[in-house]
């Protein structure tokens, strides 16, 4: 997971960030070809420990 408007857009302004499709709101999850269910499993654990 990342928070791309505070890493890897976080040299452009909030319109540019806007216009670029990155709100400040945005968490950007990246997956790999693991099964849907193991996927979820591990999301709703991170989600549930935070």
Do not use: F
């Not at 319109?15 to 400040?24: C, F, H, Q, T």
Request: avoid cysteine; glycine fraction near 4%.
């Amino acid at each position: 997971m990342i928070h791309p408007a505070s890493t890897t857009h976080q040299q452009l302004t909030d319109d540019e960030k806007i216009a670029a499709g990155v709100p400040n709101d945005l968490i950007r999850v990246s997956v790999g070809i693991e099964d849907i269910d193991d996927l979820l499993a591990d999301l709703d654990q991170a989600l549930t420990a935070i």
